[in-house]
């Protein structure tokens, strides 16, 4: 090599010592946290204590649960094989309590209200608007 | 030599390190597509393709852009360099497939030109995380294609060594551009902290070398040697301005030494029992003529074995490159030097290396 072309060598990995780590630091500073939806899906909470009634089928467990004053009811769905509809919403009666989708525990908490002593879940599948299935209690 | 178009001579060593690359080139996707389907069996095949020829072509240009300095640093990486050019292609074909497969699955399918997709389907330019990195490596691998057409001897000649060398050095912009494609693409999605310390470990690994390589070539451009007083009754011939620049025994046979003065490089060789002295730069791509040896006679480029005559600087017929010679005189086992060149092609006697008794 002649020595300007030495010199241009050495003056671009200079430039590129600073500005290919900078690039690298600002790339990874920028990578998006991936975004969770919390609307519909609460973090699964703990068991109530009391036990009012349990269905068991080879898809799912369902137990319904209360607080030791009654004052809370909870519904308990275990998904032991996936649903058939990829996300489907669960209501007690009118009202909607969250969203059930693949295996796992989901629980939903909520205070009974006059019609609840005998409270009736309905699964509605949200993609193609029809009930899957309606389970009472 | 001439500047007719003549095909690529492949000879024993080029074909074996070939062979060696193809195999090598083989191998990793191999791997790779074994092991992707070990640890994810819903990879499609052109998911696969892409991922691997990706890699596998940013594996090579590390490879590479590190031989240029490992042959500073270290002449035993020299047959290396004889045969980056084919590196260059390989890893341009690769890079092709990798693009290529690329606009065809995210572009190829709709009903707007692939390549108006490939500028228009993502417009946010204004984002790093969101940024439109594809068009980031379209723009690397229209610089390789263009590298990969000139590579030959034909556009070496047609474009002048100058312009060539210029052209190609456009790989550091194409390298930058490469690595920007990685971090705003795949980096924003495989958020696995393994891929960007492989990443920051190739890129610190090459500007290490680079600088390291660079500034030890500033330091020899720098060294200082002694001159002869102009009234010393050693030189008779006062008009000369000899600088002393090493003992006869630092020059191993049939190899040379290489001396900065004046902002040029001379090569000091020892041919048999003669010096002689030329300037270090081969007429093909600038290459060091002083890091090769004398083969049959010849002073013979380490890139990529351009001969010159130790004599006259010239090229053995038929061949016409030449470059400048110097007179070198030898003093009481030391090495003096006229920096003063000759022109191209010009026959100086040398010197022997037993000539302090003549001085004497």
Request: negative net charge; aromatic residues 6%; glycine residues 0%.
């Given at each position: 090599m002649i020595k300007p072309l030495r010199k241009r060598h050495l003056q671009l990995w200079l430039g590129l010592a600073v500005v290919l780590p900078a690039s690298i630091l600002a790339g990874w500073l920028a990578v998006p946290t991936p975004a969770t939806d919390t609307l519909l899906q609460p973090a699964t909470s703990a068991p109530l204590p009391l036990i009012l009634a349990s269905r068991d089928s080879p898809a799912q467990t369902i137990t319904l649960r209360a607080s030791t004053d009654t004052a809370t009811l909870q519904l308990e769905w275990v998904t032991k094989s996936e649903l058939a509809a990829p996300s489907a919403l669960i209501y007690a009666g009118e009202r909607l309590l969250g969203r059930i989708g693949p295996q796992g525990v989901y629980r939903f908490s909520f205070t009974p209200g006059?019609?609840?002593?005998h409270p009736s879940f309905t699964i509605y599948d949200i993609i193609h608007h029809k009930n899957i299935e309606k389970i009472n209690f | 030599m001439g500047i007719s178009y003549q095909a690529v001579g492949w000879n024993r060593q080029k074909r074996r390190y070939d062979t060696i690359l193809l195999g090598f080139c083989i191998a990793y996707i191999g791997t790779f597509v074994g092991l992707s389907l070990v640890f994810?069996?819903?990879?499609t095949f052109e998911t696969l393709l892409i991922r691997s020829t990706s890699t596998l072509a940013l594996l090579l240009l590390h490879v590479i852009l590190s031989i240029g300095p490992l042959c500073r640093l270290d002449n035993r990486f020299l047959p290396l360099l004889y045969n980056r050019r084919h590196l260059g292609v390989t890893m341009f074909t690769i890079a092709a497939i990798h693009g290529g497969f690329s606009i065809f699955q995210f572009h190829g399918l709709g009903n707007v030109n692939p390549l108006l997709s490939l500028f228009l389907s993502n417009t946010r330019y204004d984002s790093l995380s969101a940024f439109p990195f594809q068009a980031l490596g379209f723009f690397a691998l229209l610089i390789f294609l263009l590298m990969a057409v000139t590579s030959h001897d034909f556009w070496l000649h047609m474009l002048s060594p100058r312009t060539w060398k210029t052209l190609h050095m456009a790989v550091y912009a194409a390298y930058l551009l490469v690595i920007l494609h990685v971090v705003l693409g795949v980096i924003q999605y495989e958020t696995n902290p393994v891929f960007i310390l492989i990443l920051f470990g190739g890129t610190s690994i090459l500007i290490t070398l680079h600088l390291l390589a660079g500034y030890r070539e500033v330091r020899k451009d720098n060294l200082h040697f002694p001159e002869a007083p102009n009234?010393?009754?050693?030189?008779?011939?006062?008009?000369k301005r000899l600088v002393q620049v090493c003992a006869v025994s630092d020059i191993a046979p049939d190899r040379a030494k290489v001396f900065c003065i004046d902002k040029e490089r001379i090569a000091v060789f020892r041919s048999g029992d003669i010096l002689h002295a030329i300037h270090n730069v081969c007429k093909h791509q600038n290459g060091p003529l002083g890091e090769g040896k004398v083969i049959d006679g010849c002073i013979t480029c380490p890139w990529h074995g351009y001969q010159y005559l130790p004599k006259n600087g010239q090229s053995p017929p038929p061949f016409t490159e030449k470059v400048s010679t110097y007179d070198v005189e030898v003093i009481d086992g030391m090495v003096w030097l006229d920096p003063k060149p000759y022109p191209e092609g010009t026959e100086r006697p040398g010197a022997p290396v037993n000539q302090q008794q003549n001085k004497a």
């Open positions: 006059c019609k609840d002593i | 994810n069996r819903e990879m009234a010393s009754p050693q030189f008779p011939e006062a008009q």
